[in-house]
């Protein structure tokens, strides 16, 4: 079974331009959850999605956005990125996170804010 | 919301020796807490879980206790090896509003010397 895939593994971007970043999650899974891990905050939750409906969010600014389609793929969008946006983004997927089910996360994405 | 604590952030042990992370939870509604390790470049990975219901729980080398009353639980490593060094963090879960609600602890970064 394939695990959780995350596109592109690295980033590199300027300050006030946009980003998007993929995740396939695992076959099956219907629920994505994505995170923000920063050395000095550890791991932050941004958004779960479930079945394409955002299901719950975390307190993250409206620059930070996402979706999800049909086949359980998600993306995760920022737009005017700031310095303070580098950081490693995390996405995890479970069968259904409301019922306590396991999450199994991707190796990330490193996104770079010069 | 929920807030976890862990303890300690940095964790250094001789090889073969044990190691002790402890983690608290505000919570009391929690009822679900796993561990992740994660290495280097790599997606946190799920290693154990306890549930509420359960005081204890061991896989091999890996123990987690959980006391509810006091609102903290344990990851225990015994018999150490260099293969274990990585961060580990701890999270307390919910079930709000018909969705999982999970908080990470900023986890410990284990150092086992050879």
């Known amino acids: 079974k394939a695990g959780v895939t995350q596109t592109p593994r690295y980033l590199i971007k300027t300050r006030g331009q946009q980003v998007t970043l993929s995740c396939s999650p695992i076959s099956g899974h219907r629920s994505v959850s994505w995170y923000q891990q920063t050395p000095g905050q550890g791991l932050q939750f941004l958004f779960e999605?479930?079945?394409?409906?955002?299901?719950n969010k975390g307190n993250f600014p409206g620059r930070f956005s996402g979706r999800q389609f049909s086949n359980s793929r998600s993306e995760m969008n920022v737009s005017t990125l700031e310095l303070g946006d580098s950081a490693l983004y995390l996405c995890?997927?479970?069968?259904?996170?409301?019922?306590?089910?396991?999450?199994?996360f991707g190796q990330g994405t490193r996104l770079t804010v010069v | 919301g929920e807030n976890v604590e862990q303890h300690p952030s940095t964790l250094s042990v001789q090889e073969g020796d044990s190691a002790v992370i402890k983690c608290t939870y505000s919570d009391s509604a929690s009822n679900y807490f796993p561990w992740y390790k994660q290495e280097l470049g790599k997606g946190p990975q799920l290693i154990i879980d306890i549930r509420s219901n359960v005081g204890e729980k061991k896989d091999q080398r890996i123990a987690v206790t959980l006391n509810k009353t006091a609102k903290h639980f344990s990851l225990h490593i015994t018999e150490t090896q260099p293969e274990d060094s990585a961060v580990y963090f701890c999270?307390?879960?919910?079930?709000?509003?018909?969705?999982?609600?999970?908080?990470f602890g900023i986890g410990t970064k284990l150092q086992v010397i050879p």
């Open positions: 999605y479930f079945s394409e409906t955002q299901r």
């Open positions: 995890a997927s479970s069968s259904d996170r409301a019922r306590g089910t396991e999450a199994f």
């Open positions: 999270a307390a879960s919910k079930t709000s509003g018909g969705y999982q609600k999970v908080t």
